[in-house]
């Protein structure tokens, strides 16, 4: 491969470029690799472009090679790639007049391409599988805490009653779009390069549709130079990932605040905690911390993906083709860290549901529906209610009492400061629009956190998650059912010819 040059890579560049991408690429591209060239071989045997003694002598050697392991390969980083450890090791075992046919009517730029496309679609593939593992757990949590009351904040302030149910099913509802994000990126990654050639295709008559349908993918790429040269697909996926893993950055952020002394809302289990060198008392929920790092960690990936493929050329190089690629399947190891980190711990967290029910109480959250209440009973206006209702509020915490000690005199006197009219309200409609649990259950509308309507979310949701975990087993299924192809007519050839 290297017969242009006169001078031997040096050692620099087989240190730091050669010998690293050598060995990420034995560790998942082995496999792949020999795929596509089990599927090239079938073509061109099918375009009569090689024969069918040269293409069952390839097999046999391929054959052994997939049997083996990358193990029986002697690695020489100085052959710059993994692809041509192979082909050396083909050459090695049927000499340069069989072996070195293998390699006709493709380059090292649509063959990187293809294999980068396969694994992408794996770990993609896997990494819906897990984001459904975690809604599935998220929907048992919501149904089981659909009545557990608790304070909805805004601002960080206290706002509105809620319910951790309810809580907890606005974040399916954000992990819905994920998934849709994910597939949506599989579509359009599932088209293959290979046959694109160097950058032009290749004057030999091949069938690319031929080779895309052995591999499982949707059909080729449309333009050659398209196909060699994209890798939008990379930043398509860094995307929708950093966007899932900012939903998990936030979830973790909220239940890292509520697990704090001045919130007391949770408990993190030991077993998801670290404790301090220094400090006895300290029970440090970690695991948020990592996720909400985790995060970072994948909106880094991005940038560094979208630097690498701004201002270059658009074709084939280095820049595109492996540099872009540097931090990409980490990101994918960081997404699992971070969802099963999050699962363990929400399996194991304790909830103070009688702390969170009694702030609901005296934390002013549901002051807003004593406005309501004299909007719909004594037909004032919403901006008047508002402000009759915010100067109660004042009094009370300038008294240094709580919306408890609310009662119709106070109204009555507050009242009719603001309005020069004497407004009234029974304190029997006073505590009931005060009362936490009346006041969720009073919100019937559609997408609110009354438990029945917390119910139909849940119920829509539980039916897109089998819905989208079908998806997936439809396309692992199809990739599935293309690999048993490929091989059954691998072992079709070689019976035939043996």
Known sequence: MRERLKEAPSK???????????KSDLEKSYYPLLEINYAHLIMLMQQGIITAETTVAILKVLKKMEEQGPSILSIDCNSEDLYSNIEAYIIKKIGADVGGRLHTARSRNDLFGTVTRMNSRTYLLRSCSQINELRLHILGLSKKHIHLIMPGYTCMQPAEPITLGYYLAAHLHALERDFSRLENCYERLNQSPLGSGAMAATTFDIDRELTAELLGFNGPTGNSLDGIASRDYVLEILSALSIFMIHLSRLSHDLYIWSTEEFSLIEVNGSVAMCSSIMPQKKNPVTFEHIKSKAAHLQAAYISASSCLKNTPYTQCRDSSMECLRYFWDSFFE???????LITTLKTIKINEKHALDRTFVDFSTVTELSNTLVKEVGLSNSLAHNIVANIVIHIIEQGQNPTNINSKLLTEISSKLTKKN????DEKIQLALDPVLN????????????????????????????????ISNYQNRLLQSKTNLHNRIKSLLKHYR
């Open 335 to 341: 997404v699992e860290a971070s969802i099963y980190l």
């Open 440 to 471: 969720i259950n009073s919100r019937k509308v559609t997408g609110s956190p009354c438990p029945s309507e917390v119910e139909i979310q849940l119920k829509r949701m539980e039916q897109k998650i089998k819905g989208d975990d079908k998806k």
């Open 12 to 22: 620099e560049i087989v240190k730091y470029l050669f010998g690293p991408s050598i």
């Open 423 to 426: 407004i009234s309200l029974s």
